[in-house]
Nanobody, 123 residues
């Protein structure tokens, strides 16, 4: 599965961005999809995930109430809507696929990764 993440950019604190993760194949709907982020000098961390069929979602505590994850099966796309952005949200955001369809927060559960999109939040 090839993944293409997009939608990053520069935004002021309090602003919003919507990231998109587009997959190369229609079987994408069978997979769980996660978003992770990696700030400069830090380890990659879990942000959000959505299960196959959009049955469930999982969000990191640091983004609950501000971020939402959704998917459009017809478009083979998963979205990460990010509101009330903070400077500490600045990172490269990656989408990834869990081929067991879950909403895992563990990096090792994800087999395929996109190339990342930069999100920068200014104070």
């Amino acid at each position: 599965v090839q993944l293409q993440a997009s939608g990053g950019g520069l935004v002021q604190a309090g602003g919003s961005l919507r990231l998109s993760c587009v997959a190369s194949e229609s079987t994408f709907s069978r997979y769980g999809v996660g978003w992770f982020r990696q700030a400069a000098g830090s380890e990659r961390e879990f942000v959000a995930a959505i299960s196959r069929g959009s049955r469930s979602a999982n969000l990191a505590d640091s983004v609950k109430g501000r971020f939402t994850i959704s998917r459009d099966h017809a478009k083979n796309t998963v979205y990460l809507q990010m509101n009330s952005l903070k400077p500490e949200d600045t990172a490269v955001y990656y989408c990834a696929v869990d081929n067991r369809g879950r909403t895992s927060g563990r990096i090792t559960d994800y087999a395929y990764w996109g190339q990342g999109t930069q999100v920068t939040v200014s104070s």
